[in-house]
């Protein structure tokens, strides 16, 4: 069955701390993987996305991630978390070719204390 | 530029009833897609409309039923609503199938 597991449901740091949001997926042929944010009181945002070519991609706001073929993961990352950075990350899975069919983590909730 | 709206942004029904959510995507996509996210839950896929074709569809019982029309807005309907359909439901559009979705802030329903 296809899925997408992410492994913390919530995490609580500090400012300047760093961040990694671990994201494993399970689904059969080639996959587009994308990372969302939900921050308080907004709707969902693409924080960034890897469709193909170099595994490490840059999304806004210093996040970056890395899509590892051989583990099914791309897991998030951020070298210096800001209070600003306190949101809801979804990971989420699209067959190449159609990303109207994303499967979604059940999200990681981020509190970043000042 | 607008981004994906959708209406109404809050709605309470009855069980039983019936219900319509209505979303207008980015002008010039013409892909949309429907989720539904419960409390604590990411969203969940519901369908995905191109070209005003069904291109795909969830795991969700007949009750749920969409349309696209010609100007690429879409309808969400749910008949015979339950209290387990009480979520948030997201809207997203993009230009075709093979591009990045953009969603909506959701019609948040609440079945009583």
């Known amino acids: 069955a296809q899925s997408v597991s992410q492994h913390n449901h919530h995490v609580i740091l500090s400012e300047a701390a760093s961040l990694e949001l671990g994201c494993n997926y399970s689904?059969?042929?080639?996959?587009?993987l994308f990372w969302y944010v939900q921050y308080p009181g907004q709707h969902l945002q693409l924080l960034l996305k890897?469709?193909?070519?170099?595994?490490l991609v840059k999304g806004i706001k210093g996040f970056e991630a890395e899509f590892i073929k051989s583990k099914f993961s791309f897991n998030l990352r951020k070298p210096s978390v800001q209070w600003s950075d306190t949101a809801e990350y979804f990971c989420?899975?699209?067959?190449?070719?159609?990303?109207?069919?994303?499967?979604f983590g059940q999200g990681t909730t981020l509190q970043v204390k000042p | 530029d607008a981004g994906v709206t959708q209406s109404p942004t809050h709605l309470i029904k009855t069980r039983g009833q019936h219900v319509t959510l209505r979303c207008s995507p980015i002008?010039?996509?013409?892909?949309v897609s429907w989720y539904q996210q419960v409390l604590g839950q990411g969203p969940q896929f519901i369908f995905q409309?191109?070209?005003?074709?069904?291109?795909g569809r969830g795991n969700f019982p007949d009750r749920f039923s969409a349309r696209q029309f010609p100007n690429y807005s879409s309808e969400l309907n749910v008949n015979a609503l339950l209290l387990g359909d009480s979520a948030l439901y997201l809207c997203?559009?993009?230009?075709?199938?093979?591009?990045?979705?953009?969603f909506g802030p959701g019609t948040r329903l609440l079945v009583l």
């Open positions: 002008s010039g996509h013409k892909s």
């Open positions: 997203a559009s993009s230009f075709n199938m093979g591009e990045t979705q953009y």
């Open positions: 989420a899975v699209s067959p190449a070719g159609n990303t109207g069919k994303l499967i």
């Open positions: 409309y191109y070209e005003k074709e069904e291109r």
């Open positions: 689904y059969g042929g080639t996959v587009n």
């Open positions: 890897y469709f193909s070519g170099d595994p």
